[in-house]
């Protein structure tokens, strides 16, 4: 099943039936959201454990590799054999992030796309002169589809008839939409766009009825475009004046799209605190400097969160999305908190070494890392204890009648 059917299929009629019990596309974006953290919370709480145990062995795996630099075989094998006594993986977590990823880019299209914004289904013709007849071709529908949401919150895939073609100038065609998934309402009714590219690759603007009806007079290339509305485009929800509502640069300044700009800014300061916990900010041993990789590792910390927010602020995407990426962050926040919490199992070192090294957390406090070694047996402890015992009695009452010889 692919990101456009899992849309279809599973996020909005969840997404619409929580719309109605609610009546509002708000909570619908929002409780939404939770239900899809609160199921992927093992996961997430993976990939966190994981991050953070590979963090804080960082300062031992570099020993490790300062120890066996000079042979990268046998390096390999302590490392694996590090991995394994402490019960970790370096790819650990990656994968329940890559099994999120599905669900996560449906969400977006669905946040992305109708109900909450107008979507355009493009058609491609070409139009040639008479004497290229033998290059005419006519495909059924359009190669893509949108999804439509109608006031009832029922669904529909859309496409466009007649799809990518070829004419001959002069011809006259009628263009229209028809559901391949679900049912359209009858008085559905998308709106039109054309425009045409002449043969010395010059761009007009041309006419096409709201019926869908037009005339290619001239030879070039053409595309008829089919915008399928978005039904809560406009819809508000608490300070956010709409949740389809898109604004990019300049325009940002406007009163009017504030609430966009505080937005962004709050995915910006909840993608940090999220971060920060996940993966716990790198401090070198007693006598070491950060290396190389705890550099990168530390800097990138610092500068995703704004480069992130940064581009946000051109890139064309709906409020809708801002609130879903805002509230999914927070609970996000909120999980990391909660395995952050959790008890952490020691560290086994690769050898018989007790290796004391900085953890980097609880403000640079000390952990030793212990030897991979079985306890001793208590009996025999037991035994060696009762002997020390015996000698030193021994030895005690041989004090006493030396001293007592003395006097």
């Given at each position: ?10 996020i909005?009629?969840?997404l ?5 019990l ?68 370096p ?5 329940p ?6 669900i ?20 491609k ?7 290229n ?25 859309v ?5 990518n ?12 939409v ?18 045409y ?9 041309v ?13 070039g ?9 978005g039904i ?11 949740l ?9 300044l ?11 800014l ?11 916990l ?37 890139f ?11 509230v ?33 957390n ?14 001793a ?31």
């Open positions: 099943m692919n990101f456009p059917d899992i849309t279809y299929h599973l909005l009629p969840a619409q039936k929580i719309a109605e609610t009546h509002s596309y708000g909570w619908g974006i929002i409780l939404l959201t939770i239900i899809f953290r609160v199921l992927v919370s093992p996961l997430v709480a993976q990939t966190t454990i994981s991050m953070r145990r590979m963090s804080k062995l960082q300062p031992q795996m570099k020993m490790i590799q300062e120890r066996y630099k000079s042979n990268p075989e046998q390096l390999q094998k302590k490392l694996v054999e590090f991995y394994a006594k402490n019960k970790v993986n790819l650990g977590g990656c994968l992030t890559l099994v999120q990823l599905p996560l880019f449906a969400l977006y299209a669905a946040f992305a796309g109708p109900p909450f914004t107008d979507k355009l289904i493009d058609v013709v070409n139009v040639v002169k008479a004497e007849a033998q290059s005419v071709k006519r495909e059924e529908e359009s190669g893509s589809n949108s999804i439509y949401v109608s006031k009832d919150g029922k669904p529909a895939k496409v466009v008839f007649p799809g073609s070829t004419f001959i100038a002069g011809t006259d065609v009628d263009f229209g028809r559901a391949v998934e679900g049912k359209l309402p009858p008085d559905f009714a998308p709106q039109w766009h054309m425009t590219k002449d043969t010395e690759g010059k761009d007009h603007k006419n096409i009825t709201p019926a869908g009806h037009v005339t290619f007079a001239n030879p290339e053409y595309h008829i475009q089919a915008s399928i509305p809560a485009k406009n819809e508000s929800f608490a300070f956010v004046s709409g389809g509502k898109v604004a990019t640069g300049a325009s940002l406007k009163p009017a799209n504030f609430d966009v700009v505080f937005l962004i709050l995915f910006g300061i909840t993608m940090y605190l999220s971060q920060k996940t993966v716990p900010t790198p401090k070198p041993a007693n006598g070491q400097e950060l290396d190389e990789q705890q550099i990168i590792q530390q800097q990138t910390m610092k500068t995703m969160p704004l480069v992130t927010t940064a581009m946000f602020f051109f064309p995407i709906p409020a809708g999305v801002y609130l879903y990426l805002v999914s962050n927070v609970i996000q926040t909120f999980q990391t908190w909660l395995v952050a919490r959790m008890p952490e199992p020691e560290f086994v070192s690769d050898d018989d070494n007790v290796i004391e090294a900085e953890t980097g609880n403000g640079g406090q000390k952990s030793l890392i212990k030897p991979n070694k079985k306890p047996n208590n009996n025999n402890g037991k035994a060696e204890n009762t002997q020390n015992k015996n000698v030193n009695e021994t030895s005690n009452k041989q004090q006493k009648k030396k001293s007592k010889r003395k006097k």
